[in-house]
């Protein structure tokens, strides 16, 4: 059962200041993961076990998932791993444009919650101010990967990256969707849609060398494509 919360509520409107790479891992100039939406963090506990070349970085907007699975990081001594609480839409931005160049390779949304109701669509995660922000740390050639069950909560994230032109499928790259995960390590939520025998959507960009369009401007864009409710259906077969 999917705990919702209304990022859009006040409470979740007030900017964080999130602590910089220094303060969150013991190898701070390490290449950096971020997971966006991380729930309980499971997932990130055994990636960041499996991929220790790389610091990982779980948020999350649910408070006690946070506190559970950064407790659980303390506990196995997971240096290269952090969880922290935030509204991704209002606290990442800044976090990522301080980066040093490059440090920022992949950044992930998996199963994010599914906000079907079209004057729900403020609250779902992959917003054009986010992804713009994601598209200026990440340099060309590093990835973003998108993966839902859901088509409705899917195909809007997709259709906003390829309005972006910034990014592009790697060549290669099963279409419409990947068959295989690129990690090497299932979300729970991915887990489980296999054990149901039911299909996960898939989907790797890398950043292109393209400008990057004015956030404004990509605005304004989206919000004609949103508002059109005429997000064409990906091809199923």
């Not at 506190?67 to 240096?79: F, I, K, N, P, Y």
């Not at 032109?165 to 060549?171: G, I, L, V």
């Not at 990690?183 to 898939?202: D, I, K, M, S």
Request: charged letters at 20%.
């Amino acid at each position: 059962m999917r705990q919702h919360v209304n990022p859009l509520s006040r409470f979740f409107q007030l900017p964080l200041e999130l602590p910089a790479p220094q303060e969150l891992f013991e190898h701070p100039n390490l290449p950096i993961h971020l997971d966006i939406g991380c729930a309980r963090g499971f997932f990130l506990l055994e990636l960041a076990a499996l991929q220790p070349e790389r610091n990982h970085l779980g948020v999350e907007i649910r408070r006690p998932l946070v506190l559970a699975a950064q407790r659980d990081r303390d506990r196995q001594q997971q240096h290269n791993l952090h969880f922290l609480f935030c509204n991704a839409n209002i606290s990442l931005e800044a976090w990522m444009a301080a980066l040093p160049p490059d440090q920022l390779q992949l950044v992930s949304i998996q199963f994010p919650d599914p906000w079907f109701k079209q004057r729900h669509r403020k609250r779902r995660v992959l917003q054009p101010a986010l992804l713009h922000a994601i598209a200026s740390a990440l340099h060309p050639g590093r990835h973003l990967f998108l993966q839902s069950d859901v088509l409705a909560v899917i195909e809007p994230m997709v259709a906003l990256v390829e309005l972006s032109n910034c990014f592009a499928r790697p060549k290669g790259d099963q279409r419409p969707w990947r068959t295989s995960n690129p990690l090497p390590v299932a979300t729970e939520r991915e887990r489980y849609v296999h054990e149901q025998g039911q299909p996960a959507y898939r989907v790797l960009f890398e950043r292109t060398d393209a400008a990057l369009p004015a956030l404004r401007d990509l605005e304004m864009a989206w919000q004609q494509v949103d508002n059109s409710k005429d997000i064409a259906p990906t091809p199923h077969g």
